[in-house]
T-cell receptor
């Protein structure tokens, strides 16, 4: 099993460009998450999907949209990139949206917005 | 809302020495507590977690952590550091009525030969 995979690994954008970050998991998990990681700030939740067909905002959703394409895939879209969105983005999944559930993380996408 | 404080953004230890990483949380009810490790250029990996039961939790790679409710702490320890322990470590918390995680800022561990 590959676990959680993310594409691309690295991307450079110009301000105002759009892009979609892809995430897929092969563990038959119900819940999926998108985080951003910035130096000195830990990980902050952008959006999450407790189950297929549902999505909800996290702590820092502004400037992002998500799509839960099916049970396996959860994409994150930046419609008009800004330098403040330069970050490392992590996708994670858990078996279900339950208290104490372990989240499994992908390797991350490093995004630089010029 | 939860907050998680990790004391010390960088910790340097000698190989074979004790590793101690500090985590304190603020919560009105007993939370669930996690430690994750991030090796360079990789995603986060669960080291250990506390949900209920025994307050001393053992994890992978020889790490353990103790939940102390009176001190609102969940410090991570390893008796003898190995070069392979060089990584960034994150403490995370979720409240009993909310499965979403709040992460601390992280502590980077370097191990000196």
């Amino acid at each position: 099993n590959a676990g959680v995979t993310q594409t691309p690994k690295f991307q450079v954008l110009k301000t105002g460009q759009s892009m979609t970050l892809q995430c897929a998991q092969d563990m038959n998990h119900n819940s999926m998450y998108w985080y951003r990681q910035d130096p000195g700030m830990g990980l902050r939740l952008i959006y999450y999907s407790a189950s297929e067909g549902t999505t909800d905002k996290g702590e820092v959703p502004n400037g992002y949209n998500v799509s839960r394409l099916n049970k396996r895939e959860f994409s994150l879209r930046l419609e008009s990139a800004a330098p403040s969105q330069t970050s490392v983005y992590f996708c994670a999944s858990s078996e279900w949206a339950g208290i104490g559930e372990t989240q499994y993380f992908g390797p991350g996408t490093r995004l630089l917005v010029l | 809302a939860q907050s998680v404080t990790q004391l010390g953004s960088h910790v340097s230890v000698s190989e074979g020495a004790l590793v101690l990483l500090r985590c304190n949380y603020s919560s009105s009810v007993p939370p669930y507590l996690f430690w994750y490790v991030q090796y360079p250029n990789q995603g986060l990996q669960l080291l250990l977690k506390y949900t209920t039961g025994a307050t001393l939790v053992k994890g992978i790679n020889g790490f353990e952590a103790e939940f102390k409710k009176s001190e609102t702490s969940f410090h991570l320890t390893k008796p003898s550091a190995h070069m392979s322990d060089a990584a960034e470590y994150f403490c995370a918390v979720s409240e009993m009525n909310d499965y979403k995680l709040s992460f601390g800022a992280g502590t980077t561990v370097t191990v000196r030969a």
